[in-house]
C-alpha cells in the first residue's frame, strides 16, 4: 500500500500560479511512475501529467502543455507539479497517483491515489 498526500491547492485569480505537491512516507518511492489528475464536478477524473521513475520521461495533456510542469525529488520522496497561466477550466480536485512500472495516462491503471487538494480558478 502506497499512502499519498497532496498539499498547495488555494484559490488564485486566472493568469496566476500554483504548485502542487505529493509526498509518500515509502522508501520505494523510486519504483513508481506517477502521476497527477483532476476532477471537476460532475465530470470524470481526466489525465493531467505523468513522469517515469527516475523522471526521464514526462507526457501531459494537450490542455496543459506548456503551461503545467511535473517534476519529483526521489531523494525526497516528493512529487510536483508547477501550474502557470491558470484558467478557469483548470478548476478541479487535483489528484497524485501511482503505478509501477510505468507511466500511463488512464487513471484505471494506477492503484494508489492520494485523497486531493482543490484548486478554484476564478475569471
Known amino acids: 500500500q502506497v499512502q499519498l498526500g497532496e498539499s498547495g491547492g488555494g484559490l488564485v485569480q486566472a493568469g496566476d500560479s500554483l504548485r502542487l505537491s505529493c509526498t509518500a512516507p515509502?522508501?520505494?518511492?523510486?519504483?513508481?511512475?506517477m502521476g497527477w489528475f483532476r476532477q471537476a464536478p460532475g465530470k470524470e477524473r481526466e489525465f493531467v501529467a505523468a513522469?517515469?521513475?527516475?523522471?526521464?520521461?514526462?507526457t501531459y495533456a494537450d490542455s496543459v502543455k506548456g503551461r503545467f510542469t511535473i517534476s519529483r525529488d526521489n531523494n525526497n520522496n516528493a512529487l510536483y507539479l508547477q501550474m502557470i497561466s491558470l484558467k478557469p477550466e483548470d478548476t478541479g480536485v487535483y489528484y497524485c497517483a501511482a503505478r509501477a512500472p510505468t507511466v500511463s495516462s488512464r487513471p484505471s491503471e494506477y492503484p494508489y491515489w492520494g485523497q486531493g487538494t482543490q484548486v478554484t480558478v476564478s475569471s
Open positions: 515509502e522508501r520505494a518511492f523510486s519504483s513508481y511512475a
Open positions: 513522469i517515469s521513475r527516475v523522471g526521464r520521461t514526462t
